[in-house]
């Protein structure tokens, strides 16, 4: 079954400052793998995703996320924070071979702080 | 905008009464699918429509729900004797045939069952 965890429900961090938000996958197949960002009272904005090639993907607003099969992680991460990337992010996943169920995490809510 | 739409945005009923959602797709987008997301949660699958055919239903669409998209385009959620455990927000969200499945998201629908 596939599975998503986003195992901090919440990111403090300065701005300026480097960002993570970690994700880690369970899928059984090859997973198509996908950030989303939830501002309040708006729907959910893709940020980036990660089908295939470069382990590292550059998305919208300076994102990037690293793909680690090993681990099989797909962290988030900015080198600077600002006070705008404050939010909720989503993680999740769809297993290649396995239909077009999409699997969110539980959401990690990103703090800037000026 | 040419944005993924829904409405109403926000919807109170009583326990009991049926409420009918309607989703606007992205017009070139042939995939729709409907999410439910309650507070603290990611977003969790309902359902999924190509074209007019709906492929996939998750085992959360009870037989009180049901969803149409009748011509391919728009598509309607229709919740029957709602109970207050269907309070939520109901997404919609609409992807091409290609370019790997990124789902784009409307801003929802907020339902509170008295």
């Known amino acids: 079954a596939q599975s998503v965890a986003q195992p901090e429900d919440q990111v403090n961090v300065a701005e300026g400052n480097p960002l993570t938000v970690k994700c880690t996958y369970s899928?059984?197949?090859?997973?198509?793998l996908f950030w989303y960002v939830q501002y309040p009272n708006r729907g959910l904005q893709f940020l980036l995703k990660?089908?295939?090639?470069?382990?590292l993907v550059k998305g919208s607003y300076g994102f990037e996320a690293e793909f680690n099969k090993s681990q099989t992680s797909f962290h988030l991460k900015k080198p600077s924070a600002l006070v705008s990337d404050s939010a909720l992010y989503f993680c999740?996943?769809?297993?290649?071979?396995?239909?077009?169920?999409?699997?969110f995490g539980a959401g990690t809510r990103l703090f800037v702080k000026a | 905008d040419t944005g993924v739409s829904q409405d109403p945005r926000h919807k109170i009923t009583k326990r009991g009464q049926n409420v009918t959602f309607r989703c606007d797709p992205i017009s070139e987008h042939n995939r729709l699918y409907w999410y439910r997301q309650t507070l603290g949660q990611g977003p969790e699958f309902l359902t999924y429509f190509q074209n007019e055919a709906q492929l996939e239903k998750s085992r959360l669409l009870s037989d009180r729900f049901s969803a149409e998209r009748p011509k391919g385009s728009f598509s309607t959620l229709e919740i029957q004797r709602t109970e207050q455990g269907d309070s939520a927000m109901y997404l919609c969200?609409?992807?091409?045939?290609?370019?790997?499945?990124?789902?784009?998201f409307g801003p929802g629908t907020r339902l509170l069952v008295l």
């Open positions: 969200a609409s992807s091409p045939i290609q370019g790997a499945e990124t789902q784009y």
């Open positions: 899928v059984s197949g090859n997973p198509y």
């Open positions: 990660y089908i295939t090639g470069d382990n």
């Open positions: 999740a996943v769809r297993d290649m071979g396995g239909g077009f169920k999409t699997i």
